[in-house]
């Protein structure tokens, strides 16, 4: 959903469920060098302050459906971030027989120390799901995986460089990921 006026250049390619706003600010991943991770690569990263679609997990618990797969509509509902959040959706392509999970990956702004956790995941145009720890592939994977984060806003500046980094490093230092993302400005 484009709305406000927002300007979107020919060629740019819109994830599932993506809503962009003119507070919207995008995550310009396709720079020189593609951010490769374990299992693919992130494919766009956006800062998002509107609520996402994500699984009512005391719905599905009161229904006895906790542990069902599908999702009905009054399973789903509208979660904006927390007061002083903003949400940032990472979307993954993943590669030939690999997988990913909420587990994998924590997120870091470089020069903070505060450490962020993936919420919840989803596969394609469907809502976040929390239950959802790991999506696994035997051959390639067309819908991209999102990853839903909750960070904190950081108003006022125009750059922010992102860690992402491996929850975790087997028989040697993690690698991190880094890429830059445009900060929220105060209105």
């Not at 819109?14 to 020189?32: E, P, Q, R």
Request: proline residues 4%; glycine residues 8%; charged residues 30%.
């Amino acid at each position: 959903i484009v709305v406000e006026g927002v300007h979107v250049r020919k060629g740019a390619v819109l994830g599932a469920n993506v809503v962009l706003t003119k507070s919207t600010k995008i995550i310009d991943v396709t720079g020189d060098e593609p951010v490769e991770i374990r299992g693919g690569r992130v494919v766009s990263a956006q800062l998002q302050e509107e609520a996402v679609e994500k699984a009512n997990l005391q719905e599905l618990l009161l229904a006895g459906r906790l542990q069902s797969d599908r999702l009905e509509s009054g399973d789903v509902r509208l979660r904006p971030p927390a007061s002083g959040k903003v949400y940032l959706i990472l979307e993954v392509v993943l590669r030939e027989g690999k997988s990913i999970g909420k587990y994998d990956y924590t997120l870091q702004f470089a020069g903070r120390d505060q450490v962020y956790r993936c919420l919840a995941m989803a596969q394609g145009d469907r809502p976040f799901d929390q239950r959802l720890w790991e999506v696994a592939t035997d051959e390639i994977l067309l819908d991209p995986v999102r990853l839903l984060y909750e960070t904190d806003r950081i108003d006022g500046q125009e750059e922010l460089e992102v860690l992402l980094i491996p929850a975790l490093a087997l028989s040697m230092p993690p690698e991190r990921r880094r890429f830059t993302v445009e900060g929220l400005m105060a209105e």
